[in-house]
Structure formats: structure tokens, C-alpha cells
């Protein structure tokens, strides 16, 4: 029998809490939430939001890091402590979010990367757009037509796996822990410079007014109620493995509600705060152009790379400071959670199969650097759009479901509470159960059925249906065959 190393262990508990807060502030943060909440009521969407981190976020948190710190282990082998026939669904998860999701997500923070350094000379030039798609990303015609990989990004790429590999590899103390110790007072000290810098531009007020304005009707729209439960289970890293491999890490005695409550608030008030600086820019660019506010604002990846590159470049001084600081938020904000992700499948394999930490890091980001070179490519944009809606729509909230499944009805939530209500300060309320057993997995429910039925009125992005089927739901089918293997694999003893 092999002699198996102590299990890690967070030195600090702000380790800790950097460690899950960043892994929780992603990308989506800067350029998802701010469109919605202008998008679904301005100020009015604050409420369904937070109602949806009360009801959704905050349960499933305190689930994850209850059961991570209760059974020391990674997500299989958590899930598999609670039935054998489980241990798939653990694999599941961290398989579809490191061979599906770290794979695209690590291709945009390149391009982050890369948009950094083109800041010291506004490379861009006069026209971000064209610049964007047919410079720098050369697209092609469709996700059929892959064409080559761009080299611009290969660059950029491969120092981005390289950096997932040095901070995965160093460990939880003097990798993950000592590097969010850095990324995320820095990320937070380089929003509030970029914040308080927005809101003092010409035209920041109204785009602020456009932002925060409440539009108390919009709330009788279900739709709107539905972006606020998808925004909040999709942007606390919930269901990935994530949360249960660093509950696992935590010492004896941990304040799982308080800390469950912190990383919810933490994440969304990131969220609403660099949404001010979002908007303020968009309002300043709108006054500059003299365009319609609506014909300016955009979300996802037009904000990144196409709207701020034109708005810095408008600005009158400092512009390139500015570029320097905005995309250097989105590449320590892309690290965070992308090495969070890389630990999560990490820990499983160690945990079940006690190979040496350096080995399995080194193997898995060779394979997922070579992986991700497909979204690399001049189709790439198109795969990455119908893999993320597969990944995120179907596997994400499945897993959430079945998660609730699992713990609220095969392992029983009351059992789990007892446990955190024993080594925690603050009480958790058996209303929790219910949350758990009903009310989450319902609302989960009703996603799914929902994008279902958009799916069947309509193929995803108007993408031919071989597209969808053959890019996204084999993808997804693939990762559930590769997790049932995992579990049938005989662990080493």
C-alpha cells in the first residue's frame, strides 16, 4: 500500500477566501452582469439578483463547502463517499468544465493577454471591429471552415497555460493560495483606480442613469427573473468541482455559512461596481460620437474587444494607461478562475489515483493547451459560442440539479447541516434543507426546460443543426462517456 501525502492544507483563511473569490470573479462579471442589469431594469434587476444569490447561490455555496470539508476529498470521490454509484457525476463536472470550459475560456484570456499589450499603441487603430474579427481573430465563414490558428493568440496562449501550470504545480499553499493572495487585491486596487477614472468622464452621468435606472415593470417579465437565477448560478463557480476541492483544504474548524455568504456578496458587489465603471465609459463614448446610447452599449465579447478599445482610444489623456489597466483586470480576473478549474480536475486525479501533483498538472496542460488550440483557430469564435451554451446551459445546470438530488434526498441535507452547524459560528436554519431539496433544483428545472424549448423553436445562433448537434451536444455526450470511465477505473491503493 502507497504511503499517501497529508492532504493540503490553507494556511491563512483571507488565503482561502482570495482563493474562492477569485476563482468566483471571472470575465463574465465585467462584461455579462452589467448588460443584463441594463438589459432587465436597470437598479429593478438588483432585486431578483439578489433574491436568486439568497435562494440559489448561497445554499448551493454552503452545499459545496459543507460536503468538501466534511469529506476531505475532491468531487468524485466525494460524491462516490456518499454512493458508488455516484462518483460519475463528480467526474462529470470537473471533466466538462476542464475539458470544455477552461479549453475556450484560457483562448479569451489570451486574447486578453494580447489586447494588453496591444495597449501601449493602441493597435487597434481607428476601428476596433475590423480590427477584432478580420485582423486579429481572421475569422472564417462558419465553424465548419476552422482554417488555421492564428499565431497572434498561439503566443499568448501558450504563456497563459504555462502560468496555469506554474501556479497549479507550486500547490494549494505556494501556488493557488500565495498567487490569489496577489491576483485579487490587485484586481480589486485596478478596478477602483478604473471606476473612479470612469465616472469622472464627460457623459459618465448618464450612462450611470441608463445603468441604475429602476424599471420596476420590467420585474412582472419572467425572463427577467430567469437571467438573474442563470447569472448567479453560472457566475459563483457553482457545480464545477471548484468549491468542494477548496473546502477540502480548509482545517478542522470552518465557518462554512459565514464564508459561503462572504464569497456570494464578495462576487456580486465585484459584479455591480464594475458595472459602474462599464457604463460610465459607454456614456462618455456615446457623448463623444454623439450616437444613441443604445447604438454604443454592447455585451460579452463586443464590450471587451470592440466598444472599450474604441472608448480608450477616445479618451483624451492617459488612453493608453487606461487600455494597460482594463485588460490587465481581465487577465488576472481569467487566471483566477482558471486556475481554480485546472485544481479541481488536479485534486481528482490525485485523490483517487496518488499520482505526484507535478506529473498530473504537467499532463493535463499539454493535453488542454493542444485542446484548446481548436478555439485558437479562424472558426474558433463559432465553436467556443456553441460549446459555452451547451457546456453552460445543459451540463452546468444538470449537474446543479442532480447535485441537489444526490445531497438533499440520497445523503440526506440534514445530515450534511449537523456536520456544519458543528464545526461553524453561525447557525444554519433547517429551512437550508428545503432550499436544497425543492426550491434550488426547482428553479434549475425550469432553466432547463426553458432553453430546451428555445432550442426546439429555434437552432442556437441560428447555426446550421449539424453544427449545434455535432460541436456542442457531442461535446457534452463525450464528457459524460469520459466520466463514467474515470469512475469504473480502479483507484491506486
Known sequence: MKDTPPRPQWQTHIGFISAAVGSAIGLGNIWRFPYLCYKDGGGAFLIPYFVALLLVGVPLMILELGLGHKLKSSAPISFASVSKNWEWLGWWQVIFVNFGIVLYYSVIIAWCLSFFFFSFDLSWGSDPDTFFFKQFLSMSKGPFEIGNVRSPILVSLALIWFLNWLIVTLGVEKGLERANKIFIPVLFFITFVLVLWSIRLPGA??????????DFSRLKDIKVWMDAFSQIFFTLSLCFGIMIAYASYLPRKAKIVRDSVTIGFANCFFSIFTGLGVFSVLGYMAQSTGKPFNEVVTQSIGLAFVAYPK????????????GILFFASLVIAGLSSSISILEAFTSSIIDK?????????SVVCIVCFFGSLTFATQGGLFWLDIVDHFITSYGLVLAGILECLLIGWVYK??????HINTVGIWRLPSIWDYSIKFITPFVLIIILISTLLKEFAAPYGNYSPLAVIVIGRDWLILTIILAFIFASRRGHS
Open 311 to 322: 472608448a480608450i482610444s477616445l479618451l483624451p489623456v492617459f488612453s493608453k494607461v487606461f
Open 413 to 418: 441535507a440534514s445530515l450534511l447541516r449537523e
Open 205 to 214: 452621468k448618464e450612462g450611470l442613469s441608463v445603468y441604475l435606472k429602476p
Open 353 to 361: 489515483f496518488h499520482y505526484p501533483r507535478k506529473v498530473v498538472v
